[in-house]
């Protein structure tokens, strides 16, 4: 279904029941899990292709103590390492941190904490570069600057003409701006106060180069719409460090703007303004665009009979169901509630709805953890494609009514546009 290849998950355990619970369940959230009895077999693994994360139980190793296997373990770990245990001392921590042990997993653990944790730890370790838009008349100072970050691992566009900003924001989408504040069509502080005009392009960070050192011109440029000022004849370690911390505190705000808090997953805001863009680019494109409403069945009865908590759970699992096996190129968001929507640009209703049947299979197949033991849940969903004309007020209300015509025939299952697809 397009969806991202699975993350290569390496676990040493014993325990051949909770080696095979780990497993199944972290294959429905789109890991591969390989599972190790022997050191061999383990460091022969290692060396050949290293996980994305290895995990240690407690159980350890066959023919191997754990003092012995982790530390070599470690070393040719490419990244965390990750030990499941029962409560331990601070002594026996230290101990294992030692040997290479990056992060720790209590017993009994909860499966949906363990992916989330791994989630955050992978996604540090694997966070895209910074993008870095260089606004500079000066072909000599551009090719500086962009030099000193690409080394740096990060992704640089440089504009010589500051009159196409605005075609350099839409098509780069930087994180960061680096405005010359000299040059011959205009100021940076002008072009600046020009971009904070628009809502969209209010909150990326402007940091000024210039050969200027007077502070007081300096916090006037940083006054009409700047966030810092550089001198040019710095350093590129100065560069480099300065664009990293203002790029990392916009990536974080603007994550916190965006995004649902709970799931992670586009807020409502952000979903619905996402598609009335996506609209305008399939319109523009010719090109096909499907939309789908998603509820979880029966979510009341989730809450009044395993608490609030809970019901946050089974939210969470549906959202990292949907941000690891929607493809790259699709938004999906927290509408509201137990409600989701996701859009999937370039794609026909049908394909759509193979995608949208394809998670509802894997989230059914969940087990959702409560307090005395475990359960199933299953959603269902409406899809709309976009027809000539259409508004994205009218596609949501689309695949509304798609939606309701699936959880009036049965629940679990897709409702199409004029259609519905049985589970």
Request: charged share 20%; net charge negative.
């Amino acid at each position: 279904m397009g969806e991202n290849q699975p993350t290569l998950i390496y676990l040493v355990t014993c325990q051949q029941q909770q080696a095979a619970e780990i497993s199944s369940q972290l294959d429905l959230f789109g890991f591969s899990v390989k599972v190790f009895t022997k050191q061999s077999w383990l460091l022969a693994a290692m060396h050949g292709t290293p996980p994305a994360a290895l995990l240690v139980d407690e159980s350890g190793l066959e023919d191997a103590p754990l003092s012995q296997a982790l530390p070599l373990a470690a070393k040719l770990a490419k990244g965390p390492v990750l030990f499941i245990s029962e409560p331990l001392p601070v002594v026996r921590q230290l101990e294992l941190l030692r040997s290479g042990i990056t992060d720790f997993i209590g017993k009994p653990f909860d499966l949906l904490r363990l992916i989330d944790r791994l989630d955050h730890l992978l996604e540090r370790s694997h966070e895209s570069p910074y993008r870095v838009l260089v606004v500079d008349d000066s072909e000599t100072s551009a090719t500086w600057t962009r030099t000193m970050l690409t080394q740096a691992g990060m992704q640089v566009a440089v504009l010589h003409n500051p009159l196409n900003i605005f075609l350099s924001l839409e098509r780069f989408k930087p994180e960061i701006i680096l405005m010359d504040v000299y040059m011959p069509e205009c100021t940076g502080d002008e072009i600046a106060q020009v971009v904070r005009q628009h809502a969209s392009y209010d909150s990326i960070p402007i940091v000024f180069l210039s050969t200027e050192t007077s502070r007081g011109r300096q916090l006037m440029a940083r006054s009409m719409g700047g966030d810092d000022f550089l001198v040019k004849s710095s350093d590129g370690d100065e560069l480099i460090a300065a664009v990293s911390i203002t790029a990392a505190r916009y990536r974080r705000l603007r994550r916190w703007m965006t995004c649902d808090s709970l799931t992670g997953l586009l807020n409502h805001t952000h979903i619905t303004d996402s598609l009335t863009h996506e609209i305008a680019r399939a319109k523009a494109e010719q090109s096909p665009l499907a939309f789908a409403m998603i509820d979880i069945d029966h979510f009341k009865q989730v809450n009044d009979n395993f608490g609030h908590s809970t019901g946050d759970r089974v939210i969470k699992s549906l959202a990292r169901l949907l941000r690891q096996h929607v493809r790259e190129a699709a938004f999906a968001g927290r509408y509201g509630g137990e409600e989701f929507a996701v859009i999937f640009p370039d794609t026909t209703l049908i394909r759509a709805a193979q995608q949208m049947d394809y998670l509802r299979n894997r989230f059914s197949a969940l087990d959702l953890q409560r307090g005395d033991g475990v359960f199933h849940a299953t959603f269902s969903a409406g899809l709309a494609r976009l027809d000539p004309g259409m508004s994205s007020r009218a596609l949501i209300e689309a695949a509304d009514e798609a939606l309701y015509r699936a959880k009036a025939a049965g629940r679990n299952q897709i409702g199409l546009a004029n259609m519905a697809v049985q589970g």
